[in-house]
């Protein structure tokens, strides 16, 4: 399905994870546009990380004092990774010319043992694209809960990213934390860097300002959120995409801190957009 405002138009997927497809300004991808057929998740140009983000160690933490274990979600990875939502079908709740509302219902199974319901809604103004996701605990107890949007934005070499923080998570051999570092252990991004890095970023920025400025040939893209004061940072090297994405928490956020918890009808809502700068 697609929406469009001004010289913006975005393409979802419901039925894919309840992903965006394309995200354009002016008939110019500002996020990777996903392969035609597309059928699977990561091949998306977006989608939401719900309910929890990034992975949780071997699957295994604690909640209201119960232990839980879940398995891993997604062949290849040694932790479950991105939540449910992201690998089952969402419904269209609602759509206009210039907005979607898409409903993910989760019932309590073997991949998380708590019933939610997680909503996003999409609205396209002349400015850019503006997310709203929502996550309700249906459940009779209380959920522990991270969410988190994970874009996937074209990467030349000519693209530059700005943002400003407070720390950097390093990882270890098996992409978990490990230790809290100063921001600039990849560079000054305070500055602005080149995505195109010659080795492998994939860690959480804390204490983000919440703005990050992406520096393009066609006009500077600003990607903001809400609610989210860690960015997490993905450059391959050698591909042609970066990942920037807004999360309330770092990886594995259920065992090194301590975790939201939703009581039963409980929501909680984080924003993200990606705007003309």
Do not use: K
């Not at 913006?8 to 994870?17: D, I, N, S, T, V």
């Not at 270890?172 to 921001?183: N, Q, V």
């Not at 004061?229 to 594995?252: I, N, R």
């Amino acid at each position: 399905m697609r929406i469009a405002a001004g010289s913006w138009e975005l393409a979802l997927a419901p039925e894919l994870g309840g992903g965006i497809t394309a995200l354009r300004r002016d008939g110019q991808d500002v996020l990777r546009a996903a392969p035609e057929g597309a059928n699977e998740p990561l091949q998306l140009s977006s989608f939401a990380m719900v309910p929890y983000a990034n992975r949780i160690a071997n699957g295994r933490f604690e909640a209201d004092g119960a232990h839980y274990s879940i398995a891993v979600n997604y062949a290849g990875q040694d932790h479950p990774l991105h939540g449910v939502s992201w690998l089952r079908p969402w419904n269209v709740a609602a759509s206009d010319a210039t907005s979607a509302t898409l409903a993910h219902v989760h019932s309590a199974d073997e991949a998380w043992p708590w019933s939610y319901r997680a909503e996003q809604h999409f609205a396209l103004d002349e400015a850019g694209l503006s997310i709203a996701l929502t996550l309700t605990n249906t459940d009779g107890r209380a959920m522990p809960a991270s969410m988190g949007f994970h874009p996937y934005f074209p990467a030349t070499t000519d693209t530059t990213l700005r943002f400003d923080a407070d720390g950097m998570w390093e990882r270890d051999e098996r992409f978990l934390p490990s230790t809290l570092a100063g921001a600039d252990v990849f560079g000054d991004w305070s500055s602005g860097q080149s995505v195109q890095t010659p080795t492998l970023i994939d860690n959480s920025y804390v204490g983000w300002a919440g703005s990050a400025r992406i520096s393009r040939s066609d006009g500077d893209v600003l990607l903001t959120g809400e609610g989210t004061p860690v960015l997490h940072l993905y450059t391959p090297p050698g591909e042609p995409f970066f990942c920037a994405e807004p999360a309330t928490s770092m990886p594995d956020a259920f065992n090194r801190s301590t975790p939201v918890m939703l009581q039963p009808g409980e929501q909680h809502r984080i924003g993200m957009a990606i705007r003309s700068a």
